[in-house]
Structures are given as C-alpha cells and as structure tokens.
C-alpha cells in the first residue's frame, strides 16, 4: 500500500512538473515577420530605395524636410549643423519612414545602411480636431539630379471641410515631381512637411 502510495505521489510530481514546464514563457529571439505585424499596428510608413548603382563611387546624401504652413516654406534642418548628412560607399539600399508618437506628432527616420537619422514632426489641431496625418509617396525620377531636393515623401495634416464639420484629406495616391505644389493637399492642408534627400559626388 505504501509503494503505491509513493508511485502515486511521485507520478503526481512528474505530471505537475510537466504541466509547470508546458505552461512556462520562453523567450526567443524577435523574427522579422514581428517586426513587420508591430510595424502595421503602429502605422509605419515606410519606402524602401535601391541604390546599388551608385556602390563603385562615393557620394553624400542630405536628409532635407521642407515645412509648409501658412503661406510660408522652411527647409527645417538647415540652421542644424550636419544634420541628416550621410556619406555612402558600398552602400546598396536606404529608408525612409514615419512613424507616430501621439496624435499630433510624427517622427521621421532616414536609414543608409546601419546610420540612421531621425526628427520629430509636430503638427497643429485643425479646427480644434486632431490632425488626421496622412503621409504619401512621391513618384521618383528615374535618374537621380545632382544637387538638387528630391523630394520622396509627403507628411501632411487633413484639412476642415466647412460644409461637412470633418478633417479630410482626399487627393493622389502618388505625388509627380513637378506639379505637386498645385494639388489638392498643397492648395488646402494648413500643414505639409515634404521629405527628401539631396545627393552630391564627393
């Protein structure tokens, strides 16, 4: 009696250390499809440019963020010493990304390669109403200019439509290099930052 007393305790402990073990938090090493699902949830916008072409020369790349806001155009890192300045060799691939950081500010991030830069967005209420941010692409040139702002991404607040009491914010999908200064968004947001870079040959 006591042995099957004692098997039955002992085959208690095992069953119980069993489930114990079964039901323990394990940490593992984050995968890239983690990233990707916190990177949806928390609304990234991110493009993805490749530069390979440019790998056998050294260049420098500009990060350049244009404010427009009551009539007025500011190139907000100017007065910043080197600010946003990266020089590249063998450098195949850069980003560029907003993310939010509350309901009136983004942050911008600039990567080549393993250097990155980043800076804050703040954005006013519109009417008294949260922004409503709505970044957009640019369609790229095909051959990149020298010296000269190529502009990538537009950060833009919505504007208050007066006859329905609403932020909105409806215009393309994809800004062109040329007239994008008369769309919708350009004639109407009270607040746009534009995001791009400017490339010379070092």
Known sequence: ??????LAIALFAIFTVGTAQAQSIVKQDATMDDYIKLFKNAEYNVLAFDISSMK???YGF????MKYEDGKTENVLQNLEDEGFF????????????SPINDTTMQCHIYFGDKGKSHMLPFKKVHGINPRIFPRPFVLPKKLKMNEFIPMMVVSSGWFDESEKIVRSCDVNKFK??????????????QIYVIGVKCKEL
């Not at 009696?1 to 004692?6: F, G, P, V």
């Not at 060799?89 to 990304?97: E, H, L, Q």
């Open 87 to 98: 020089f590249i060799n063998d450098v195949s691939r850069f980003t560029v990304g907003v």
């Open 56 to 58: 056998t020369n050294k």
């Open 1 to 6: 009696m006591n042995r099957i007393k004692a």
């Open 177 to 190: 290099q040329k007239n994008y200064l008369n769309t919708i968004t350009f004639q109407k947001c009270p």
């Open 62 to 65: 500009t990060l350049v963020i």
